[in-house]
């Protein structure tokens, strides 16, 4: 099901090329005959299951480098995107984006938590950050 399946994006799945790309089986039961069944996928398998959302982040990511004012863009282009979230743990996501940006890309420290600190680091400091935080919702 669907925790299999988030299984086995993390295991062997990636959004760009690995030089070492595994095979995982995967058991089941076929829905054609109702049998139990044991297949093998294999990392380019999983790389275009997961293709679509994958490049609606690389479509996010440059949509937003679009409307970056030049001043910000200089410092993305110095220092680099932040990568944060789940999705930040697909393998090859970074080197995706390096490739379709050709910007650095890292990976925080901490992902899974990236967010929450980060939101936290804005309350304790407001008034110091209160000129670089949006305050009117996104379109």
Known sequence: GERTAE????AIGSAYPLRDEPDAEIRGRDLATGLPKTIVVSSEDIRKAIEEPVNA???AVKGT???TPPELAADLMDRGIVLTGGG???KGLDERLRHETNMPIHIADRPLNAV???S???VEEFEALEKVLISEPRR
Do not use: F, H, P, Q
Request: with cysteine; hydrophobic share 45%; proline share 0%.
């Open 7 to 10: 299984e086995i994006k993390m």
């Open 88 to 90: 930040a743990l697909l």
């Open 57 to 59: 982040i690389v479509n």
């Open 65 to 67: 480098l679009d409307k």
């Open 116 to 118: 929450v600190e980060g």
């Open 120 to 122: 936290g680091k804005c």
